[in-house]
């Protein structure tokens, strides 16, 4: 069998090592390198355990950092890795700091490299994965995109090999998990009720790293008067306490500040739920798999499909009122399909038999 060495690292990359691990290990031997970017029980360990991720084969426990500092520990203990394991191909997922420092090192050891979820872009180069994604994409070999825009935005970089548009693992993994989302949870287990709430998460450096822009989100919660669930990153809490602003949320008895919730658990959260307002990629395409209006808290998005068919309005609250924003999403046109069939896996595993 050949050798793939997967790496990352994040939530989101745990999720989408769920969906694609089960079936590319049918197929291949996959070492799985865990950078350990994100660490928290509720922002890893939980995924591994719900989802049944094979356990990773190395921990490289990187942990948080500023970005130069992560990712250039990431980078030194990448390296050793892939000099133990030479594999045939390395697979990264995403944009974050994890694949970054996988695609870097791939490239300078010429070990062709697999970049799932290849081609989005917001061209907003202040935004970390921007670049992350930018550097990844011109270093891969083989890229798996989720969408046709993202086949275009690579076209118009001058990247046309190996580009294959497979659709979105995260429909996989949606698909995969949605029943047993709702075998293992009931609403009632946090104490909501079907359509009675909005759900909510941010996370984004441009939303959390502003005092002034976080204070507007969380005023703009307290407005919407109605129950807000808020799952809530580790970074967000930390930013609120540092900006004081908890007086913000103790005044809003109906925001619900809640630690991060499992995949199956936000599945459920988010299925049933009036609305979603959030700055997170995976939450605003789920909520479109839902058909469950949604609020993105940015100035861009790389899913510009889901604004297109009308399930997603981007807005900021420093200019934006979210209320009337909120009463102002009916529901969207049913446009099936927009992120492929649900078979992404099995897509991107055929073509790494013919192609590794
Ligand atoms: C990272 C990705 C982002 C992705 C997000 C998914 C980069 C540059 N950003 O952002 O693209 O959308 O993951 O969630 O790679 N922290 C903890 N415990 C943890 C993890 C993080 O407390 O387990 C705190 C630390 O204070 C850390 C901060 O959160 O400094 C930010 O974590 P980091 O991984 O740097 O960025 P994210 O905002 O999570
Ligand atoms: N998610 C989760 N628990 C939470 C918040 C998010 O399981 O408390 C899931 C969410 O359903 C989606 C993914 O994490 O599948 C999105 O990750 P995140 O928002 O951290 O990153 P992004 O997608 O913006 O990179």
């Given amino acids: 069998m050949k050798k793939i060495v997967t790496i990352a690292g994040t ?65 030194i203990a990448v390296e050793e890795v892939l000099e133990i394991e030479k ?17 870097i090192v791939a490239s300078k050891l010429h070990i062709p490299i697999i970049h799932i979820e290849a081609g989005l ?4 180069k202040l935004m970390p994965e921007e670049l992350n994604r930018i550097v990844t994409d ?12 993202a086949v275009r935005n690579l076209r118009n970089e001058g990247i046309t090999d190996g580009v294959y548009n497979v659709g979105d693992v995260m429909y996989d993994a949606v698909i995969y998990n949605m029943d047993l989302a709702e075998k293992k949870y009931k609403l009632e287990d946090f104490q909501l009720y079907k359509q009675q709430y ?11 790293d502003s005092k002034e822009q976080l204070t507007a989100i969380l005023k703009a919660f307290s407005d919407v008067k109605e129950n807000v669930y808020l799952p809530l990153h580790p970074r967000t809490k930390q930013k609120i306490k540092q900006y004081n602003l908890e007086s913000l949320i103790e005044q809003a008895k109906h925001i619900h500040i809640v630690e991060p919730v499992s995949y ?29 209006p949604c609020i993105t808290l940015r100035d861009q998005t790389e899913w510009t499909e889901t604004v ?30 927009l992120y ?17």
Wanted: a negative charge.
């Fill in 11 to 75: 939530r989101p990359q745990l999720i989408k090592i769920a969906a694609v691990s089960r079936v590319l290990r049918q197929s291949f031997h996959e070492v799985l390198v865990n950078t350990g970017q994100h660490y928290d029980y509720n922002m890893a360990g939980v995924f591994f355990d719900e989802l049944n991720i094979p356990r990773p084969d190395y921990e490289l426990e990187i942990g948080s950092d500023t970005h130069g500092r992560q990712t250039g520990k990431m980078l």
């Fill in 87 to 103: 594999p045939d191909a390395v697979l990264v997922y995403g944009d974050t700091n994890s694949t970054l420092a996988g695609a």
């Fill in 121 to 124: 872009r917001s061209f907003n």
């Fill in 138 to 149: 011109h270093v891969s070999n083989i890229l798996f995109t989720p969408t046709e825009i």
């Fill in 198 to 208: 909005y759900l909510g998460t941010i996370h984004r450096a441009e939303n959390t």
């Fill in 264 to 292: 199956l658990e936000m599945l459920l959260l988010e299925k049933n739920a009036k609305g979603i307002i959030t700055d997170s990629g995976g939450v605003q395409k789920e909520a479109y798999f839902m058909k469950v």
């Fill in 308 to 337: 297109e068919c009308g399930w997603n309005k981007l807005a900021n609250p420093l200019k934006d009122d979210l209320v009337s924003i909120l009463h102002s999403i009916q529901n969207g046109n049913a446009i099936e399909n």
């Fill in 340 to 356: 492929g069939d649900g078979y992404a896996s099995v897509k991107i595993t055929e073509i790494l038999k013919q192609h590794i």
